[in-house]
């Protein structure tokens, strides 16, 4: 676990734009009701050209 949060935010700072501008994250969230119950997600990333990253956690 501490591998995985070392690597979130070499990945965070790498990703805030110290060599140019910065980077607004973008940020997303779902709240689904159906009939099997409600679900939620939250998504968060950034995009830079070709490349985009993002996290989610869906509940």
């Known amino acids: 676990m501490r591998w995985a949060l070392a690597l979130v935010t070499l990945t965070l700072l790498a990703a805030c ?3 140019g501008e910065p980077v607004p994250p973008t940020r997303d969230a ?26 989610g956690l869906g509940l």
């Open 30 to 55: 779902t709240i689904t009701i159906s009939d099997h119950g409600v679900s939620a997600q939250t998504r968060w990333g950034f995009n830079r050209g070709p490349v985009s990253f993002s996290l």
């Open 17 to 19: 734009g110290a060599d």
